[in-house]
């Protein structure tokens, strides 16, 4: 249940893990300042969306989710996604830090599909497969935004149009993403498109978090819990094998809350594939489509807890096992290798090439609609 906005501030007290916002009413606001241009000129804006407890920062390059911020247990704030404090990285260097990626989120085999008959070809970008929508996905673009002031929070509403033929995929997509910070401290982020021809879609969020704090190191001893009893496997390349493989005992079992890094370097081949976690898991969820819990991730120092619901079939669990120590955050830190984790809900990787998988075909008079929300509180260590 929402709390409700009036007069744009919030009605009720805001509870966060036993921190309560008591008499003091919290202001609901959208913060717009410029963050750049890019290199053809057009203007990037950077908006705060905050609910006076937590706050969001939103770019309308990519998307991109530059900060969430949040308190700790004690009540002290601080932001918790990785990225950049300047456009030119973004631009240059940027590892899908909190982008929208799209048409087509995660790897296509072979950077190829075939939809009625006719096999459409993509950028190789990630090895032999295509990644994350191409060369120059929905990452790359600047998007249209729109100030959202709702009764159950203050969002941005974002479009693109991405043209037929665009990095390969077929047919004029009409995309809309709405981001909203509501009163119960969530981040919703609701996920809309419409074609005029056949064509296939995955859209999703590819923030890398750290509930310790952007720069404060591993995330190896965040504790998570997914509610997967199954994943999909991956070759070497890290596309899926066909199969549903069920988790139980295994490296890739977290029906059970567990440490990140308690078996990550376990002697597993779907864990050397990937040099640590980078799998789609088979959520378990009441219903096809229904909005439900994915996720619970709590980092034990902060009592920081974040829990994911989501609309989607699967979530890709990232251990951000290729940060390198090359790139470095707003805090002035290096990111190295494990010093973020990604969430992603989504369909399954590879779906066209996979008629065994929810299908990610969008056809003209329909309409792709999924909804995924962080929600942020705290525990009482």
Partial sequence: MHTMFVAGQLAAAVLLGGLVAGSQALAASIEKKPFGTTPDGTAVELYTLTNGMMSVNILTYGGIVQAITVPDRDGRSGNIALGFARLDDYLTKNPYFGTITGRHANRIAKGAFTLDGQTFKLAANNGPNALHGGLAGFDKKVWKAKEIQGADGVGLELTYTSPDGEEGYPGTLNAKVTYTVTGNNELRIDYEATTDKPTIVNLTNHTYFNLA?????????????????????????????????????????????????????????????????????????????????????????????????????????????????????????????????????????????????????????????????????????
């Fill in 213 to 381: 704090g952007e720069g404060a190191g591993s995330i190896l001893d965040h504790e998570l819990m997914l509610n997967a009893s199954a994943f999909t496997p991956v070759d070497a390349t890290l596309i899926p094998t066909g199969e549903i493989v069920k988790v139980a005992g295994g490296p890739m079992d977290f029906t059970i809350p567990a440490a990140i890094g308690a078996r990550i370097r376990d002697d597993d081949p779907q864990l050397v594939f990937g040099r640590g976690y980078d799998h789609n898991w088979v959520l378990d969820k009441p219903s096809a489509g229904a909005l439900s819990l994915a996720a619970r991730v709590r980092e034990p120092t902060t009592g920081r807890v974040m829990e994911v619901s989501t609309t989607e079939p699967g979530i890709q669990f990232y251990a951000g096992n290729f940060l390198d120590a090359s790139l470095v955050g707003p805090s002035g830190r290096m990111y190295r290798q494990a010093d973020g984790f990604c969430l992603e809900t989504q369909h399954f990787p590879d779906s066209p090439n996979h008629p065994e998988f929810p299908s990610t075909v969008l056809k003209p008079g329909d309409t792709y609609k999924t909804t995924t929300i962080y929600r942020f509180t705290t525990d009482r260590g």
